[in-house]
């Protein structure tokens, strides 16, 4: 790939799950990709498949929860891969319990990486974006910004605020006429290790719940935010749907969610030694990889997606199917 298209990438979370697929996804495209996690042999074997891939890739551990570390990490990047023009931003982590079976520190440490690491991402991202009036930033959303679910305070309320925050950075933008893009990606449950490395308090281990999708349907989507200005991405049939319940009928959807999104978090074996620590105070060793325990029921691919995707495409074939039928009555018409 010519040098001057190789872009430099940031993605949070980037040592397992959806920011490890992403980072394969941009690796493919001989991007240089700066990994931030925590977990040093994750973010190895992150880096040992972008380059593979054919990328670049920059090993940052990071807490992403701290201001500091990430400025530090933005400074490095721009050191030694050059001007940023894409950052990711998709680290979380949760405990999965009721809410009220939550220590104080639990639920704060979930919402400083989840959320708050969402914000210094973007300061940092903004900080170096804003001067030269171009990049894009990708903030990894969930349906679940629109409709809390049970056993999941920490993360739903982390991603409310994150849509909260992404539409007020927006409209800043706008203000200043800045051409700098942030989008942000609303994604269903996928098939990744949180659910082997987020702290569990449930009798059964967790699970996504179903329609599950592999995590490279994430790094698609996300991929193509990071090139297209689309202001929001919605990723699965589960992802409309719950929006779309959000909306117009709620209550309906907390009936439902309240009859079945307990259980169906929940597999019959309970939580192992690792869910019961989680990975919420510190990173768990090895490497886990991008997918998690359950590829047997992950679809690899979301068709509502790719229509979404080729939208345009579609809509210019239905047109020139319109006028193709438009003119076969006419000829018909005028043969009688």
Not at 3 to 20: C, L, N
Not at 181 to 195: A, D, I
Not at 211 to 226: G, K, L, N, R, T
Not at 243 to 265: D, H, M, R
Request: hydrophobic share 40%; aromatic share 8%; charged share 25%.
């Amino acid at each position: 790939m010519n040098e001057k298209k190789r872009r430099v990438v940031v993605i949070t979370g980037a040592g397992s799950g959806i920011g490890r697929a992403t980072a394969r996804r941009f690796g493919a495209d001989g991007d240089k990709v700066a990994l931030l996690a925590r977990g040093e042999e994750e973010l190895e074997g992150a880096a040992a498949e972008i380059e593979a891939a054919g990328g670049t890739a920059l090993i940052v551990p990071t807490d992403i929860s701290d201001p500091d570390q990430v400025e530090a990490a933005a400074d490095r990047v721009e050191r030694e891969l050059g001007p940023i023009d894409v950052w990711v931003s998709d680290a979380m982590t949760t405990v999965f319990a009721f809410f009220w079976d939550i220590e104080p520190e639990e639920f704060r440490r979930a919402t400083d990486v989840t959320y708050h690491g969402a914000v210094w991402s973007v300061r940092s991202a903004l900080k170096r974006m804003m001067p030269r009036d171009r990049g894009t930033i990708v903030l990894v959303g969930s349906a679940m910004a629109y409709q809390g679910i049970p056993l999941q305070s920490p993360y739903c309320g982390a991603k409310h605020a994150i849509k909260g925050f992404f539409d007020s950075v927006r409209t800043e933008l706008r203000n200043k006429s800045s051409k700098v893009q942030v989008t942000m990606v609303q994604l269903p449950g996928h098939n990744t290790p949180q659910f082997d490395h987020g702290r569990a308090k449930t009798p059964g281990h967790p699970q996504p719940v179903a329609p599950v999708y592999q995590p490279e349907v994430a790094a698609d989507a996300i991929h193509f935010a990071a090139a297209h200005r689309r202001r929001q991405i919605y990723v699965g049939i589960p992802t409309y749907y719950t929006v779309l319940g959000s909306k117009f009928a709620p209550w309906l959807a907390e009936l439902y969610l309240a009859k079945t999104a307990v259980s169906g978090q929940q597999t019959d074996g309970p939580p192992d030694a690792q869910n019961r620590a989680g990975n919420l105070m510190e990173p768990p060793p090895g490497d886990p990889g991008a997918h998690g325990p359950f590829d047997e029921k992950a679809h690899d691919r979301s068709p509502l997606w790719w229509a979404s995707k080729h939208r345009w495409a579609l809509a210019g074939a239905a047109l020139v199917g319109s006028a193709a039928l438009g003119a076969a009555g006419t000829l018909a018409r005028s043969d009688r």
